[in-house]
Antibody
């Protein structure tokens, strides 16, 4: 059974750097084809994809946030870390990590972690 | 970026109704389209992947169809537990993008 859980601060100040950790079980991030993604959701709004890291350390970022994001994996700890610099109140959202599944070029997120609400406020 | 447009943004329906939600991509995405269900306070849950494949535990009243730019999620007979938000997501290319969501509530 695959599970993921996000952890990190619930409150950050504007201009600070946010560091979120996704701790997972039930799969290994050094298995070919595996990936972990980060998605966020501002209160009452739609989902927004942020970043994705693959088993081979390749990664992808949302172009609009690329300059502020870094995604990295620690295979020995079964963790993926997302950092976002220069936080702004507009970054207030629930942040989710999710397991990326794939099949013949198609891919999807399943399952997701429960999410962690991050509020940006002074 | 590929834009995903869902319609309607909300709908009201009764238990037993047939419900259809559409998702349109701004360019051809083949069949690389996924559907998620999200209930208040919970994380999204995968319903359908690659346009028409039901995730293992999803009831058969859910059906996905379409290819290219136009896709549909149909619930054949709405059940009380189906009242939720529904999102489509394209995986044809990064940046991965989601639709704006469709809220299905009780009439």
């Amino acid at each position: 059974q695959i599970t993921l859980k996000e952890s990190g601060p619930t409150l950050v100040k504007p201009t600070q750097t946010l560091t979120l950790t996704c701790t997972f079980s039930g799969f290994s991030l050094d298995t070919t084809g595996v990936g972990v993604g980060w998605i966020r959701q501002p209160p009452g709004k739609a989902l927004e994809w942020l970043a994705l890291i693959y088993w081979d350390d390749d990664n992808r970022y949302s172009p609009s946030l690329k300059s502020r994001l870094t995604i990295a994996k620690d295979t020995s700890k079964n963790q993926v870390v997302l950092t976002m610099t220069n936080m702004d109140p507009g970054d207030t959202a629930t942040y989710y990590c999710a397991h990326r599944r794939h099949y013949f070029g198609s891919n999807w997120f399943d399952p997701w972690g429960p999410g962690t609400l991050v509020t940006v406020s002074s | 970026d590929i834009q995903m447009t869902q319609s309607p943004s909300s709908l009201s329906a009764s238990v037993g109704d047939r419900v259809t939600i559409t998702c349109r991509a701004s360019q051809n995405i083949n069949r690389y389209l996924n559907w998620y269900q999200q209930k208040p306070g919970n994380a999204p849950k995968l319903l359908i992947y690659t346009a028409s494949n039901l995730q293992g535990e999803v009831p058969s009243r859910f059906r996905g169809s379409g290819s290219g730019t136009d896709f549909t999620l149909t619930i054949s007979s709405l059940q009380p537990e189906d009242f939720a938000m529904y999102y489509c997501q394209q995986s044809y290319s990064t940046p991965l993008t989601f639709g704006g969501g469709t809220k299905v509530d009780i009439k």
